[in-house]
């Protein structure tokens, strides 16, 4: 263990003792004067197992039994009480402590893999045997111990160690919330990492497509070169140059192939239910407005659910839509609204994504779904956005859906995009 846990260890051992001690200030005496019925040791259970879970048990109740001590023997001599006789009523008090840890420890060996139904008893057994302990050093002193007295003992200690064991399961329910928050969180963002990638390895694709042309093209520039009256270098270089390009599609489906085998390491989701493509939507846009001062809200109305395999690909049509709608209202003011909508008609499934931002005027309507055409750019750098948005959102939508996409606009009221997909595209036929 290196220095920096042994301090570490301390430290908490030393947090536990004092939130023990200063809870301990909670308490009842009952039979006999200065014999403490305390609540910190209902919390004490609950601190071993959640701060002090990878501490020593019986080092930790013996830090705190001293420090308990000490922060009793205080307040007595502060009394007019002498050390001695201080000491002698709250020695039986550090004692308990000393004892639960050593009984707790021999019961519960392992904190981390202990059942509730073993740690439970260990609990009853802990208090009850240390509060037997504690009381027979202070009853030895009055000669005054009863068996009714261990009787009342031992219903305490049932009490106390029922509202310990629901703080622990409480405990280890909220855990488990967070253990499936997490996990849905990271469920969300591998998905859209995947959406993403996907998107891109489409265009990936189509840019190799290109290439191919590129490369039959010099190829068969050098045929003509070398059918014509043309000197050598010419003719090596068209030929060194389909050869380049050849090795740099190569490449270009190598890489697309590298990316697509992580994706399926990584992400084997096979179906979605439009629902769900909806709420990780709804979650992740909400998250990004967070990150922005503006107040936009967002209002879903899903008419027909459907499973679809084609989830990456809708999402990122949907994904980019909103997004734009952001920008748009951004642009203008501070609020606004956003409606995504859904319904089947005539055998399609038709998506409408509406704002009430400044809209798009007449001159730039015809050409916001051209490539590289756009109308926002960087205040800051005064960069222009590329443009690509829009032009792979028609893509998607024409060639891999085979529907269409719409809008209409008008400024100052804002604007819609309307895309109409056959459900044969997204919903696989069942026989």
Known sequence: MTNNMRTRDIRRMILIGLIVALVSQLYWNIFINNFRISSSVIILPVLLMTLGKSLSTPLTCAVTAVIVFFFRLFPALHSGTSLLVSAKSVFPNAIFYFCYGIIFAAMVPGKHTVSYSRLFPAVFFADFGSNLVELCISESMSH?????????????????????????????HYRTLLKNEEHENRYRRLFLMTTGLKNEIYFMRKNSEEIESVMANAYKLYEKLNEMDVPEDMKHMSLAIARDVHEIKKDYIRIIQGIEEEISEEYDEKQMSF??????????????????????????????????EEHYELMAVLKNLVNNAIEAIESDRKFGMIYIEEHLTDGNYVFRVTDDGPGISPRHLPNIFKMGYSTKFDQKTGNIFRGVGLYGVKMTVEEQFKGSIDVESEQGIGTTFTITIPATSLVEETL
């Open 275 to 308: 629902q769900d493509i909806l709420k990780i939507l709804e979650d992740t846009t909400y998250h990004i407005l967070e990150n922005k001062n503006v107040h936009i809200q967002l209002e879903f109305q899903c008419s027909d659910n459907f499973m679809t």
């Open 144 to 172: 005054s111990m009863t068996p009714d007295k261990a009787g009342y003992l031992f219903l305490i200690a049932l009490f106390r160690t029922f509202l310990a064991g629901l703080i622990l399961m409480a405990e280890g």
